[in-house]
């Protein structure tokens, strides 16, 4: 834990050294205080206070529940626990759904101590990257599976299968950084295609269920410790409180693991 890298204050520009030096980024969502500090200590470089709050506290069927204000709530508690981190909060369902509406949210989410807002998806959501991006406010985006578009979709599963689906990811990808993204979560979808947007990318990708060709990767807390949330365990999730031996162990074996590419591994990904 004695490197530069590891002991700065993570920014927006280090985020963009990050991507040109291939320097692997360590990301875990927190929703308290006392993980984030816990998070802080052990090498995460980015913590997402994400929507998962919904299912993984509140006990939610889906993320379609959570509001602003539920997430600004968390966002505060997790930034009151963090010195080096970067604090990342979700735009909730339907809080982003015009660029008057995401800039109104995201002020209440900076507000709370966020430095960064995501948003899922790209289509309309590029104008609102845009508008928000153009306003000084760092998005970082989330393409592959979108938790929020549940109904469309039938379900959580692997995106981007077919040629056309493949294709379209592509495009989506680059498109989001052209708007104005610095960072964009790619969740549930082939190693291979993951590693080709990231490739493709002029800003950081971060994976979840996406293989070990992305810049780096983020995993829900409660999954990564193995708590049992009464929701299907996805086949990317690793316990890394049976390898850590304690919640902090599990932190820096994840931070390890991440930096080294040995997670995720072949097991833990879609081919
Ligand atoms: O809400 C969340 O925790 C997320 C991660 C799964 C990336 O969006």
Redesign the pocket.
């Known amino acids: 834990m004695s490197t530069h890298a590891e002991t700065r204050k993570w920014t927006l520009p280090a985020l963009a050294e990050a991507k040109a030096s291939q320097r692997r980024l360590v ?1 875990l ?1 927190a929703y308290d205080y006392s993980f984030a500090r816990v998070l802080d200590a052990n090498g995460v470089d980015l913590v ?9 506290v509140q006990g939610r069927d889906s ?1 379609l529940p959570v509001t602003v204000e539920q997430v600004a709530y968390h966002t505060a508690a997790v930034a009151r626990g963090l010195q080096r981190a970067l604090l990342i909060a ?1 735009l909730p369902f339907q809080s982003d759904a015009t660029p008057e509406r995401a800039l109104d949210s995201a002020i209440v989410l900076l507000q709370a101590g966020a430095e960064m807002v ?1 948003l ?1 998806g790209a289509g309309p959501k590029l104008e609102v990257i845009r508008f928000l991006a153009a306003r000084d406010i760092p998005v970082c985006a ?1 393409l592959g599976l979108t ?1 929020q578009s549940v109904l469309k979709l039938g379900g959580y599963r692997v995106q981007g299968r077919d040629q056309a689906a493949a294709s379209q990811l592509k495009l989506d990808a680059l498109a989001v950084a052209e708007a104005g993204a610095s960072l964009l ?1 790619l ?1 549930c979808v082939p190693s291979p295609l993951a590693a080709a947007v990231t490739a493709a990318s002029r800003i950081p990708t ?1 994976g ?1 269920g996406a293989g070990p060709g992305c810049d780096g990767q ?3 807390l409660h999954d990564f410790l193995g708590i049992d949330t009464g929701h299907r365990k996805p086949k990317f999730v690793q316990d890394f409180l049976v390898q850590g031996g304690s919640i902090a162990g599990a932190v820096a074996a994840y931070a390890a693991a991440v930096r080294d590419g040995s997670f995720p591994d072949a097991e833990h990904s879609y081919a």
């Open positions: 990301m969502t997402l206070v994400g929507d998962s709050l919904g299912m993984v993320t979700d995501k899922e989330h938790p979560v969740e971060i979840i983020v995993l829900v």
